[in-house]
């Protein structure tokens, strides 16, 4: 999603997900100089900003320009102490100037206490070339009894998990679980009984949907390599014999240029019944994309033929080229911007192509015919985000296209090959996401982030029975108006050369839904956070799972 987004998921939906890289900062030390930096806190310092503040603003705090400001010799930052303790305490939204450039975006408040935001800010304040005096917590404290957060325990209270929405006609709503880590996919059986929820990180748990109690499953310590650099993990299933599938992206900074090391795990074992033991199945690299926009490989399931279905989401935002030296200047390659698919039963599975032109497909599914429905995340310009009945050999338009637009969002953007023939997106006929029938859009409102998406057959009763559900992240850009947090409905059909729905809105808010997952007449929803606005710019703590399921 909007990496994403945005995050992954602009991210992979979701695009908000917290990090964890502390190893990447081995080559940083304190400074020798105007100041001195107590090694120890230096260090929890650099953990904290791995866990909290590196995906935004890099490894060499350099940012991504007119997205992300930078921190390394940032003249906004270096300014005012003061001001740089309170933008940690109650987070930042608007407009700023940072050594000359524009940003307007807003910075959700990180869940530190005063002691951990003295130790964050002393290690921004004093690497890449950064040289202040250390901070202690009784100055972080002062500051931020200023703040719309005067205490570490009010923003831990106004971070609580959010009412439940009303439950709409035909259906029941219920809280399943309050989860350890923010999740990125589910998967399961299809039994409705056990869940396994993946963790950004790699970590996966299991949570049983009876009572909701969840425990780790498997950790990403104990089976992936660290020294293939940050994890990025987005993609989970299961398939017939019980085997769960991982899907790893890992940012390999040892090399030049950074390679995205590509791992799909694969369970060899069980343990009391689990799937267990997971072990390298799939390796591919590409060269790691441009700033905030590698949006990785990430939702895998298994097809009705049997095979793994895989996308691979762009590694830049609209094939720009990168300036830093330490990246590929290229744009897309043959492995990024498509659907994959692999044959299970091989050994040493290869990648074939089943589409292409594909920003960041972040879910799909199949409805009762066997045709692929995905979500798609746009670029930072305002197109529309896109829903696509994805055609094997067809091209979805990216980089050219992006939904229906015919003008080129960017100096940058390509001309499309001579002959490509490109399949445009769902038409929203509204009444909700930014669509109707007198003005339709290709397809939701821009940076609404669509994430997961399921079809709903046989299992479910009409009026339900033949649709489809789609999740909406969220925006994680600035707005004038707040748009996803939701859960759509949406009925397709086909009208002349052209898909179009009528799409309503099923829930709201959530929040930040990233991942939707099928059981015996019931869909579960995981919420990656629990605020249900980005205007809030609440802290992103760990979610939970909520079932929705239909009624007789």
Wanted: charged share 20%; net charge neutral; proline share 9%.
């Amino acid at each position: 999603m909007h990496s994403p987004a945005d995050y992954g998921f602009h991210m992979n939906p979701a695009t908000a997900l917290r990090w964890v890289a502390m190893w990447m900062f081995v080559l940083a030390r304190p400074v020798v100089g105007a100041s001195a930096v107590d090694e120890a806190q230096f260090a929890r310092g650099r953990a904290l900003y791995a866990q909290h503040c590196f995906y935004c603003h890099q490894t060499d705090g350099q940012g991504s320009p007119g997205t992300f400001p930078p921190l390394a010799k940032s003249d906004f930052l270096l300014a005012d102490r003061a001001r740089a303790i309170r933008i940690v305490c109650e987070g930042l939204g608007g407009k700023i100037v940072v050594n000359g450039i524009s940003y307007e975006g807003r910075m959700p408040v990180p869940v530190l206490d005063d002691a951990a935001a003295a130790d964050v800010l002393t290690f921004v304040f004093n690497s890449w070339g950064n040289v202040a005096p250390a901070l202690n917590a009784q100055e972080v404290k002062v500051v931020r009894a200023k703040t719309r957060f005067p205490t570490y325990d009010a923003l831990l209270k106004a971070a609580d998990y959010a009412p439940l929405p009303p439950a709409p006609r035909g259906w029941a709503l219920r809280e399943v679980s309050r989860l350890e880590a923010s999740p990125t996919r589910m998967a399961s059986d299809g039994k409705g009984r056990v869940l396994y929820t993946l963790a950004q990180n790699g970590d996966v748990f299991r949570v049983d949907v009876a009572s909701g109690r969840s425990r780790p499953l498997f950790r990403a310590k104990n089976y992936l390599d660290a020294r293939l650099g940050e994890p990025m993990a987005l993609g989970l299933v299961m398939d017939p014999k019980r085997r769960l599938y991982v899907v790893v992206n890992q940012q390999n900074e040892s090399v030049r240029p950074v390679q995205c090391e590509v791992t799909i795990f694969r369970t060899t074992d069980e343990l009391d019944g689990d799937p267990f033991a997971p072990q390298a199945w799939f390796k591919t690299r590409y060269p790691f994309g441009h700033g905030p926009f590698n949006h990785g490989v990430n939702h895998i399931d298994v097809g009705p033929d049997g095979k793994l279905y895989v996308s691979s989401g762009a590694r830049t935002d609209g094939n720009e080229k990168s300036g830093d030296p330490r990246f590929s200047s290229e744009g897309e390659t043959p492995l990024t911007a498509c659907l994959w698919r692999l044959d299970p039963n091989a050994a040493s599975p290869k990648v074939e192509i089943y589409a292409r032109g594909l920003r960041n497909t972040y879910d799909f599914c199949w409805d009762d015919r066997g045709r692929i429905i995905g979500t798609e995340n746009g670029p930072n310009a305002d197109a529309p985000e896109e829903l696509n009945v994805i055609e094997q050999g067809g091209h979805h338009g990216f980089p050219y296209q992006f939904a229906d637009w015919q003008a080129k969002p960017y100096p940058h953007t390509p001309d499309a090959p001579r002959g490509l023939k490109i399949t445009l997106p769902v038409r929203n006929l509204g009444p909700a996401a930014g669509g109707s029938a007198s003005r339709a859009m290709s397809t939701f409102d821009p940076h609404s982030s669509p994430s997961g998406v399921v079809w709903l057959g046989e299992g479910f009763p009409e009026p339900m029975r033949g649709t489809i559900l789609v999740a909406r992240y969220g925006n994680l850009a600035s707005l004038k108006k707040d748009v996803g947090f939701d859960l759509l409905q949406a009925k397709l059909e086909r009208k002349g050369d052209r898909w179009q729905a009528s799409i309503q809105t099923l829930l709201a808010p959530l929040a930040r839904p990233v991942d939707l997952h099928l059981g015996p007449g019931k869909v579960f929803i995981a919420e990656h956070a629990r605020a249900t606005d980005n205007a809030s710019g609440l802290p992103m703590l760990p979610g939970r799972i909520l079932e929705l399921s239909a009624q007789p």
